[in-house]
């Protein structure tokens, strides 16, 4: 989610409102998505040309070495898909939009900040090579962090603003100034620490007055988060205003942060609150807004996913996936990030949202020459359990049937209705599609990227699928590939293993990671 200027408010009063941390001998919950982007922007990392995997990797293993010299074990919680009530769509759309602009400068020599396609199944493979436990939740994973930090009573480490809100037990460090590069040393022994800062709910709450921490989660929901933002709710606003005293030339969103937290702090608990915000709303919205309010006032609460049992058990429960009836196999390759949030998407919203990555904005974008893959994909999903029909915004169309993809287009997003491809009969059933032998799950793929079998015989097993995916890229791109075009990409496949041979004599058919990183549509 996120508190519009919230994290820029506390670490303005840095001095008052955190406190020094040397870290070490702890469980930390990790924010998956949040440290995978600060590692990729802030480890001057190339990001124009299609992802600098390799060194992203070594980032990502340093940062967990560090960890382990502490000994702080780190357990990683990864966003899943969007949420099943669909609330965050605009917000999701505004940044695709963003995204783009961003590609854009990046492609023409300006700056930006765009993640390259593979950043998060590279963070995954280096996660599962380290043997760090991780999970990755069904939808959002913010309460989902907050409820088992709590439950371990270990500090939370993100970005995330809404985690200066979020009533945790052990609190809050930032990843901003979390010196996992600047190990030190407890004097006298031989104990090693990260430095770190420490925010805790209860010295916001001292800063203004002893305020009663249970307003904070009315506060963000005013201040405005991804979930919700009512233009109405501008004439109440403008009436809060900063104290006298507070510097001019900070920003509105600073003003406002600060106008909140000072009006609320006068009120004994979020009822009374509540009520006197109302009072400056027309008659006719106050039920209304007050309904909005209350609802998103929840997303702050105790979440009832329990992801400990993941980490004792390798399952959780999730009430919300449960209740949609998904195949068992689907939602533990899920929890286990085997399958991407892409697929959850596809399958409980009928929508997917294209990630952007830098190109030629006049160009189409890449994702189409994978559109007949996505296609079967589709095929596949639909499926599913008929248990998906109670879902009232979702409910199974006719054949074939329809999703919406969110795209590129120039430099704008645009909403396009593509149909699913019927897989064949025996694949009929996603419940059981894992029950099929491994000869007739490869002959599925093979038909999708329209690869015959001969054509892999004599090539190493490690390098087959890179290699039936390029066979595809060179049918369907729409641009002719040259040869040396086709060079440099085996020489990108053959880097890999080259690479471990030479360090690893005794690794004959080592999996490469360039090689690994071809293999998604």
Not at 3 to 15: A, N, Q, T
Not at 101 to 129: D, N
Request: with cysteine; proline share 6%; net charge neutral.
């Amino acid at each position: 989610m996120g508190v519009r200027g919230l994290m820029s408010f506390v670490e303005d009063h840095s001095y008052e409102l955190f406190a020094d941390l040397k870290l070490r001998n702890t469980k930390i919950i990790i924010d998956g998505y949040a440290l995978f982007h600060q590692l990729c922007f802030n480890s001057n990392l190339e990001l124009r040309y299609g992802g600098d995997y390799d060194s992203f990797a070594d980032v990502v293993q340093k940062f967990f070495e560090s960890l382990f010299s502490c000994n702080i074990c780190p357990y990683v919680v990864l966003d899943g898909g969007c949420d099943i009530s669909d609330k965050k769509l605009t917000t999701l759309k505004d940044r695709a939009r963003e995204k783009i602009q961003m590609a854009h400068s990046l492609s023409v020599g300006g700056g930006g900040y765009v993640c390259p396609l593979l950043i998060r199944e590279v963070f995954i493979q280096v996660l599962i090579k380290l043997q760090v436990c991780f999970v990755q939740c069904f939808s959002e994973a913010d309460r989902d962090i907050m409820t088992l930090a709590n439950h371990w009573n270990c500090p939370v480490l993100s970005s995330d603003s809404d985690f200066c809100v979020f009533d945790l037990k052990a609190g809050f460090c930032p990843l901003n100034s979390f010196q996992w590069r600047n190990v030190n040393t407890v004097k006298g022994t031989q104990d090693s620490y990260i430095p770190a800062k420490w925010f805790s709910l209860d010295g916001l709450c001292r800063y203004f007055s002893n305020m009663n921490k249970a307003l904070l989660p009315l506060f963000a929901v005013l201040c405005g988060n991804d979930h919700i933002n009512l233009p109405i709710m501008e004439t109440f606003l403008s009436k809060v205003r900063a104290p006298p005293g507070a510097a001019s030339s900070t920003g509105r969103r600073y003003h406002r942060v600060l106008g909140l937290l000072t009006w609320l702090s006068r009120f004994a608990d979020p009822a009374e609150a509540l009520d006197n915000v109302l009072k400056h709303l027309p008659k006719k919205n106050r039920e209304n807004v007050k309904e909005l309010l209350c609802c998103s006032m929840e997303e702050y609460q105790q979440s009832q996913v329990k992801l400990q049992h993941f980490f004792q058990r390798g399952t959780y429960d999730c009430p919300e996936a449960l209740g949609l009836g998904l195949p068992e196999w689907v939602l533990v390759a899920l929890a286990k990030g085997q399958l991407s949030p892409f697929i959850s998407d596809a399958l409980v919203l009928r929508r997917t949202i294209l990630h952007t990555q830098v190109e030629n904005m006049q160009q189409p974008n890449a994702h189409r020459i994978a559109l007949p893959i996505r296609q079967i994909i589709y095929g596949l999903l639909s499926n599913v359990s008929p248990h998906l029909e109670n879902v009232s915004f979702n409910a199974l169309p006719p054949w074939p049937p329809a999703f919406s993809e969110v795209e590129r287009i120039h430099k704008n997003i645009q909403t396009s209705v593509v149909d699913a491809v019927a897989p064949p009969k025996d694949h009929s059933d996603l419940s059981k599609l894992t029950e099929l032998s491994l000869a007739r799950r490869q002959t599925l793929l093979l038909e999708t990227l329209k690869v015959k079998q001969r054509v892999l015989d004599p090539i190493p097993p490690s390098l087959k699928l890179p290699i039936a995916v390029s066979c595809y890229w060179l049918q369907h791109a729409e641009a002719k590939a040259k040869v040396h075009h086709l060079q440099a990409l085996l020489l990108g496949m053959l880097m890999g293993p080259l690479h471990a041979i030479i360090n690893n004599p005794g690794i004959v058919d080592p999996a490469p990671r360039h090689a690994q990183c071809l293999t998604a549509p």
